[in-house]
């Protein structure tokens, strides 16, 4: 269950961003799934990676999945009946052992059609998996959760990456749906700054932050200017572990080479096979795979694991990140 950015820093007077409510002490290690850009009424191999994601999640028994945007194609939803809900989410995971929260963030594909409709209560009525805001923070607590006074949990950062893109507010290519969003400069700033506020007095102990847009990419669309100008810097000053993005259809690991951060790209939920950016700048580069898959982590307060899968389920990268 997710609540607004804001509740967690009411007391510093930060803009709001949702707050989701803390989960109670899971008895062995958080586990949970990666996807993104996935929406395709199960075409261009999404219902393939839905059964390979439905086989992974049973074997290790995932308490909810995460999604990196671009939820519905091309154009997003027209409004809450839109029966691509069904057709591409509902009707396709439908797995038993993937009948878990599934946590979504908004893409720019979303932002084409009625960006309102999937952030509306309306959608959980229909499928009560569905947990989609613009900006939101969910706490999920470590097992042992406490030891004393202190406790173990993580605190996931979900924030909105459209609006930071210069080029959808000039497309004359396609429209885009900024309501609650436009001026754009006041919406960015006000988000960064929750963010920062957010992250600063956060006592997690791992911060993952989660956005449509790659920081680092060497796929298709290549490194996002404006997240790298605006937004990498509040993640290095606050000692952000991760940051998780899709909207390129591949799968990545960067590592920084200023501080422990990786950027992890989990964009193959369907349609991928996409070209390289060869003007990307490719340093800390540590896996890059161009196809459809998904990716897995598991956490606990003294490490974190993540495992990136192809469409066959086989296990293709992963690493570890540690904490003493």
Not at 69 to 88: A, H, M, R
Request: with cysteine; net charge neutral.
């Amino acid at each position: 269950m997710e609540l607004h950015f804001h509740s967690i820093v009411m007391a510093c007077m930060i803009s709001p961003l949702l707050f989701l409510a803390t989960v109670t002490a899971v008895k062995g290690p958080l586990n949970f799934i990666v996807v993104g850009d996935w929406g395709r009424k199960g075409l261009f191999n999404q219902s393939q990676v839905a059964a390979q994601m439905a086989m992974m999640a049973n074997r290790l028994q995932i308490d909810f999945v995460i999604s990196t945007g671009d939820n519905f194609y091309e154009d997003g939803l027209t409004g809450t009946q839109d029966s691509s809900f069904e057709e591409s989410f509902s009707s396709i995971y439908t797995a038993s052992s993937l009948q878990k929260p599934w946590h979504l963030v908004l893409g720019n594909h979303d932002y084409r059609g009625d960006t309102l409709a999937q952030l509306d209560p309306d959608l959980k009525r229909r499928d009560s998996r569905w947990n989609c805001y613009r900006t939101s923070i969910l706490k999920q607590n470590l097992p042992p959760s406490c030891k004393g006074t202190k406790c173990s949990f993580v605190h996931f950062f979900f924030i909105d990456t459209t609006p930071f893109v210069d080029h959808y507010w000039n497309s004359t290519k396609h429209q885009y749906d900024w309501r609650q969003v436009s001026p754009q400069k006041r919406y960015v700033k006000k988000q960064l700054k929750g963010l920062n506020n957010a992250l600063k007095v956060s006592q997690a102990t791992w911060k993952i932050v989660v956005g449509h847009h790659p920081i680092r990419s060497i796929g298709e669309h290549g490194d996002t200017i404006e997240l790298k100008e605006q937004l990498l810097p509040i993640l290095e000053a606050n000692q952000v572990d991760l940051y998780v993005n899709g909207h390129d259809h591949c799968l990545q690991d960067f590592t920084s080479d200023k501080s422990s951060l990786h950027f992890v790209t989990s964009g193959g939920g369907s349609k991928a096979w996409g070209g390289v950016d060869l003007n990307s700048n490719s340093e800390g580069l540590q896996f890059f795979y161009p196809g459809q898959g998904f990716m897995s982590m598991q956490i606990t307060p003294v490490f974190l694991k993540a495992v990136f899968y192809d469409i066959k389920g086989n296990s293709l990268h992963d690493f570890s990140l540690t904490k003493s």
